[in-house]
């Protein structure tokens, strides 16, 4: 059973292009992500997959089966059986689709064998636990760390500037859930060894860290639970709306006020997530 009907009927129209397009060519198709960390939210999640084939795809049935399924919100990776028992290192590039369109410029690393390992929803082909998978917990700690600054603290600098695209974002809603929540699962995934959804790390961020930063992690909690905050112009507008409404929705007076707590929270989870890697 599906997590949600929106994800059934989206795995659905999936396999029914593929199957046309390549009978037997997916023997495997798992979800991670928020489907599987039970935190999918249908207005503003993407359903995210592993698909696992025998060998190599063509390239061009993959083409033609993400254009086929058009903008649906289905993300993710191909990747073999030998390649699960493997893991990422070493394997360069494998096709991904991402917002509707197949490309090989993602990264892999080891959040997906993880998830897979962890909490993956089995759609087709074996359960997670009846085959092999790479599984190495000090790959996913080191991954983690690197990823902290690689990624996060890059983000936050560009973020403080107010003039840059982040700049912009982090004044409305989705700025503050991507990056208050995506810091807090960064920590939680060196505090605990596992991943976690975006909720849930908000909820444990309200256990791990000081008052101080109760009421941005709250904010990014209400923000999730509603549900409209996307990357878009429009959802920026509306999340700006928060502020100045009636009733006023969000926990703070201003955008820039919340900003700046969401840009101090990220900075101290960053070097708090960086002292329990180096505490292992």
Request: charged content about 25%; hydrophobic content about 40%.
């Amino acid at each position: 059973m599906m997590p949600h009907s929106k994800i059934d009927a989206i795995v659905e129209t999936y396999l029914s292009i593929a199957d046309m397009e390549a009978p037997d060519l997916v023997e495997g198709l798992y979800l991670e992500g928020s489907a599987a960390l039970g935190d999918y939210r249908p207005g503003t999640s993407d359903v995210d997959f592993i698909a696992v084939t025998a060998a190599a795809p063509p390239e061009d049935v993959l083409e033609r089966i993400h254009t086929r399924l058009g903008a649906h919100p289905f993300d993710g990776v191909y990747l073999t059986w030998d390649d699960l028992r493997r893991g990422p290192d070493g394997l360069g590039t494998r096709p991904q689709a991402l917002h509707g369109r197949l490309n090989r410029r993602g990264e892999l690393n080891p959040v997906t064998w993880h998830t897979l390992a962890q909490h993956g929803v089995t759609c087709r082909g074996p359960k997670p636990d009846e085959f092999e998978i790479w599984n190495d917990p000090d790959a996913l700690a080191t991954w983690t760390d690197d990823n902290l600054d690689r990624y996060w603290r890059r983000l936050v600098s560009r973020a403080s500037r107010p003039a840059t695209p982040w700049g912009l974002i982090c004044l409305g809603g989705y700025g503050t859930l991507w990056i208050v929540t995506g810091v807090a699962r960064l920590h939680y995934t060196l505090a605990t060894g596992d991943i976690t959804s975006k909720t849930e790390a908000g909820r444990y961020a309200l256990e791990a860290f000081p008052e101080r930063w109760h009421r941005v992690v709250n904010e990014a909690l209400r923000v999730r639970e509603e549900d409209t905050a996307a990357p878009t112009l429009g959802s920026l507008a509306s999340g700006l709306g928060d502020h100045f409404g009636a009733p006023r929705q969000s926990l703070y007076g201003s955008p820039f006020e919340r900003k700046k707590d969401v840009l101090g929270f990220a900075g101290q989870a960053i070097t708090s997530a960086h002292a329990l890697y180096a505490a292992r």
